[in-house]
């Protein structure tokens, strides 16, 4: 691949995931690449308006034509209207935020979600990512990613952001390897301490899997509303979106 297109990319990603304006020399220290080539992707970010420059005071901000661009390519995911129905169903049943997400590397990716009406709820926004191992959508989506049944995924780094977290490989496999004899998984406090999950794998016409769908809300609250009970409600929906035409949908890579 083209490797002055591969640093732009990176740049792009690193302004998009910030709040605030960066200075060259940030950029520069975050991506370990020169001030001087920074400065010339920067230039060229700007004048294709992926990126202004705040007032020409030195900070660097990803621009809504970055948002243009994913809104565009989330807009093209029939699967969420398909899923649709069935989320609707899970927020009815369980009073609890249902997301839909896919797998991008060891990552998902939230591509839909419906908020709980409760004033505590869980808190997410569509196009945002997680640690895959860390919570119930991801861990739903590794447990089927791998052929055979029984190989651990390819989870590059395994970082503990709770005292929860499974972060050593073999725990992390005996817990996949659960996953698929339940048919659910679960998140308890793996990703935010407070948050618990339980999400199902959807799959398409072939039985690959290719999303997921899944619940989360405060701990307390799903523990006395019980995780086998929900989990069976996760299932359901999760069967429901299943579809032959569900194959459509190839963000698992």
């Known amino acids: 691949m083209n490797n002055t ?16 304006a960066l200075g060259v020399s940030e950029l520069a220290h975050e991506l370990q690449m020169g001030a001087s080539n920074v400065h010339r992707l920067l230039q060229a970010l700007v004048e294709t308006g992926y ?14 034509k970055v948002w243009e661009l994913g809104a565009q390519a989330l807009h093209q995911l029939d699967f969420r209207a398909t899923a649709a129905p ?7 049943e369980t009073n609890e935020t249902v997301h839909l997400s896919v797998l991008s590397g060891d990552e998902v990716i939230y591509v839909d979600k419906l908020d709980s009406p409760e004033p505590v709820r869980a808190y997410s926004v ?18 089927w990613r791998e ?17 929860s977290t499974l972060a050593d490989t073999s ?6 390897e659960r996953v698929r004899q339940r048919g659910y998984a679960v998140n308890r406090g793996e990703w935010r301490a407070s948050v618990w999950g339980i999400a199902a794998p959807v799959f398409d016409g072939g039985r690959h899997v290719v999303a997921a769908i899944g619940i989360s809300g405060p701990a307390a609250r799903i523990r006395a509303r019980g995780v086998k009970a929900l989990g ?17 949908l190839a963000l698992s890579t």
């Open 5 to 20: 297109l591969i640093k732009g990319l990176r740049l792009l990603e690193v302004l998009a995931s910030r709040t605030q």
């Open 51 to 64: 990126v202004v420059n705040e007032g020409g005071r030195g900070g660097y901000r990803a621009t809504l």
């Open 86 to 92: 069935a989320m609707r169903m899970l927020l009815a």
């Open 126 to 143: 569509i196009g945002g990512r997680a640690p895959a191992y860390c919570v119930a959508t991801g861990k739903a989506l590794l447990a």
């Open 147 to 163: 052929q055979p049944p029984t190989g651990l995924m390819t989870v590059r780094r395994l970082q503990a952001f709770t005292p």
């Open 171 to 176: 725990a992390l496999a005996l817990e996949l």
């Open 232 to 248: 069976q409600r996760v299932m359901q929906a999760a069967d429901q979106a299943s579809a032959p035409h569900t194959g459509c």
